[in-house]
């Protein structure tokens, strides 16, 4: 199975504040992107992420997280070389980047995420085409983020992820979609909040989640965790091996 050249122009995602999913469609510009409107102004509001965080003290409250809208931006990729993996061989690939308004502590700040949309990569289904599949990602991806602007103000980002994240996987299952599809809009949701309250506090994930500024209670996740402390090392690591992953079609 190959991505084809705009194969993903059809899709219709993108939400706001008092927004309905279903009245937008997708706006292609001269630069090749396909851009969803959320009619959410976002103009001035970019945060800017600080340098690490060695001497900077006792870390800033991040307070209560609020996702308040969203934009998606689309581009189709293409890979340097056939890139096989299971069922499928890709070519090409749309890119997503999503830009969403959070506030956080009451200020406004943009948190950004990104991530491909790749054929098979969630569901394995051999009978599906790879825009029957972009539907399904586009369908999690709208479900995880109007979910997010229903759940309201959160006490931290880990609040709010367990609130979108419960409610989505109770939807997926009343559908039939498959966990690992269903958690993907959500980890998008997750990674934008994170972005934006690293940007508010002017600091890098690493010290932001070492500090509690992300309000992570990993015993919620999984009882086991309980008990075990701060398990993160005092300093994040320098160097890491790079894992490179060539699937040859």
């Known amino acids: 199975m190959r991505a084809g050249p705009g194969s993903f122009l059809g899709v219709r995602v993108g939400f706001g504040v008092g927004t309905s999913l279903g009245n937008l469609g997708p706006i292609p510009?001269?630069?090749?992107?396909?851009?969803?409107?959320?009619?959410?102004?976002?103009?001035?509001?970019?945060?800017?992420?600080?340098?690490?965080?060695?001497?900077?003290?006792?870390?800033?409250?991040?307070?209560?997280?609020?996702?308040?809208?969203?934009?998606?931006?689309?581009?189709?990729?293409?890979?340097?070389?056939?890139?096989?993996?299971?069922?499928?061989?890709?070519?090409?690939?749309?890119?997503?980047?999503?830009?969403?308004?959070?506030?956080?502590?009451?200020?406004?700040?943009?948190?950004?995420?990104?991530?491909?949309?790749?054929?098979?990569?969630?569901?394995?289904?051999?009978?599906?085409?790879?825009?029957?599949?972009?539907?399904?990602?586009?369908?999690?991806?709208?479900a995880a983020f109007g979910r997010a602007v229903e759940a309201g103000q959160a006490e931290s980002v880990f609040e709010l992820w367990q609130r979108v994240y419960e409610g989505q996987h109770r939807w997926a299952a009343g559908i039939g979609m498959e966990a690992l599809l269903a958690g993907f809009g959500v980890s998008l949701v997750e990674r934008v909040c994170i972005d934006a309250v690293c940007r508010d506090l002017g600091r890098p994930f690493g010290s932001v989640l070492r500090e509690g500024g992300f309000g992570l209670r990993v015993e919620e996740v999984h009882p086991v965790l309980s008990g075990v402390g701060n398990f993160l090392p005092e300093k994040p690591v320098r160097s890491i091996f790079v894992r490179h992953t060539v699937g040859m079609g």
């Open 29 to 142: 510009d001269a630069a090749g992107f396909v851009w969803f409107r959320s009619g959410m102004d976002c103009a001035g509001l970019e945060g800017r992420l600080g340098e690490d965080s060695a001497g900077m003290g006792t870390l800033k409250t991040g307070g209560a997280v609020r996702v308040e809208g969203a934009e998606f931006f689309v581009r189709l990729l293409r890979t340097r070389l056939p890139f096989r993996y299971g069922i499928t061989e890709m070519t090409e690939v749309p890119h997503l980047w999503v830009r969403a308004r959070v506030r956080v502590g009451g200020r406004a700040v943009v948190g950004y995420a990104g991530d491909h949309l790749p054929p098979k990569w969630f569901t394995k289904n051999p009978g599906t085409s790879f825009e029957e599949d972009l539907a399904g990602m586009q369908r999690s991806i709208g």
